[in-house]
């Protein structure tokens, strides 16, 4: 099995029940032993992100779930590192974060589309050592993450695509 590291994917488990990682497919931004970090890549909201942050241009670009903290929060990933400043390296042509400010003015010149970001409410974190415990009580399955998952508009759906491609016994 592999270790989660940024970059990775945690599947949850088809016997995972808690309600607020039912079905989910997450992305690690940020892994070390002492915390880790991560995206709910399938859980959409019915909100744009212009509907609740002011200066957004009129826009369809989807907000989504990241997890159940600091749901205020506004997190990002996106295609475009060599644009955005401060934004961290996820795994390669992938990043988290950057400076705002340049993304609004991406937007305002429509220089940024939709296949290039994607914003959350709030994260996913785990303290130290609790992420190793979920993996040890067979909470979660760590695959390697791709651009195509990471970066396409998802549902739940995205859960069962990737779950049937892990080991047979998952293949219900």
């Known amino acids: 099995m592999l270790k989660p590291k940024k970059g990775r994917l945690l599947i949850a488990e088809p016997s995972l029940t808690d309600s607020r990682f039912f079905k989910s497919v997450i992305l690690l931004t940020h892994h070390n032993i002492d915390e880790s970090i991560g995206l709910i890549l399938n859980h959409p909201t019915n909100i744009n992100l212009n509907e609740i942050l002011d200066d957004i241009p009129s826009n369809n670009f ?3 779930l990241g997890g159940p903290v600091g749901k205020n929060s506004i997190q990002f990933i996106h295609t475009m590192g060599n644009l955005i400043p401060k934004s961290i390296q996820i795994t390669e042509n992938l990043y988290w974060g ?3 400010k340049t993304i609004l003015q991406l937007m305002h010149e429509k220089k940024i589309k ?3 970001i994607r914003f959350f409410a709030g994260y996913s974190g785990w303290g130290e050592n609790q ?3 979920e993996l040890k009580e067979k909470s979660w399955i760590v ?5 195509k998952y990471c970066m396409s508009y998802s549902n739940e759906k995205l859960w069962s695509d990737i779950i049937k491609t ?3 016994k998952y293949a219900i």
């Open 98 to 100: 950057g400076d705002f």
């Open 114 to 116: 939709k296949n290039q």
């Open 166 to 168: 892990q080991k047979r």
């Open 143 to 147: 695959t390697n993450a791709n651009k």
């Open 62 to 64: 989807p907000l989504y």
């Open 131 to 133: 992420l190793n415990n």
